[in-house]
């Protein structure tokens, strides 16, 4: 086993990058106010996809001043910075087209690896709560339509006056290790050829974390677990879940595979998990993801050379 710490340290898309000053959400004209101000900074979400520039090594997100138009449009109070700063994210559709724009601009999980905390924070936070208007537009109690209210924290029942507030899923991802210290890694069904990750699945009402875990590893690959241990976690808005990684030891090495769920799963040692990503019949997850970081973790280094 490498030196990496216990935890993950420096996980993208989970580090805090600036006050979200939710206090200030329910003022009173606070989107027109702050899209009224040229000192604000305007992250434009088009789709999924934002403008990056370089900055050295990395990449930093295009923030504008406001303009006319940002007040037609579906306005997110990201908050501010230590300099007061304010952050608001707009939303405009995908173009329709092929070549509507020049550049179309970069994924989260193109650049997300790339960005400072506070663009990785700004990025993240626009894309989930985007994601969550957009299949959020009628009230789950009468049907009649809902309207966006608190900055963009909240949508409105527009009959009743019902709130209805964002959700994010939970999701546990795990290493699972058997007694030879060999990695589990899984194909999912309907991946292509060659494409393996961790185990993972959504939390189930009523149930633990820990508990969770095990129920996944015994569903997908029957195999019994113990030892669980927390390795970080992670926002990921693909489209509104949080990533809770673990560690798990399995009793045994003997697989029975969910078929529906799993197309293929195998162990591997380090020697020959390098070896399959380096002549191309493994492939893992990118670098913004704490599934190559979990993957990462059990080798103890970084996975060089693969984007």
Known sequence: MGSFAKTLPNLSLARPGLDRLADRRTADGLLPTLLSDAATRVLEL?????????????????????????????????????????????????????????????????????????DAALFTTALALANWHRVHPFCARCGAPTEPASAGWLRRCTREGSEHYPRTDVAVIMSVVDPDDRLLMARGAGWGEGRFSVLAGFLEPGESLAGAVAREVREEVG??????????????????????????RATTAELTLQESEIAEARWYTREELLAAVADGSLTVSSRVSIARRIVEHWLGHEIADVP
């Open 46 to 118: 088009r789709g999924d996809r934002a403008d990056v520039v370089e900055d050295g090594a990395d990449l930093r997100l295009v923030l504008r001043p406001p303009q006319p138009r940002d007040l037609t449009r579906l306005g997110l109070f990201l908050g501010a910075d230590g300099d007061d700063a304010a952050y608001v994210a707009v939303v405009t559709d995908p173009p329709t087209e092929a070549g509507d724009h020049e550049d179309d601009g970069h994924t989260l999980r193109e650049v997300g690896a790339l960005l400072g905390d506070r």
């Open 223 to 248: 195999l019994e677990v113990h030892g669980v241990e927390y390795l970080g976690d992670q926002a990921w808005p693909f489209p509104s879940s949080l990533m809770v990684g673990f560690t798990a």
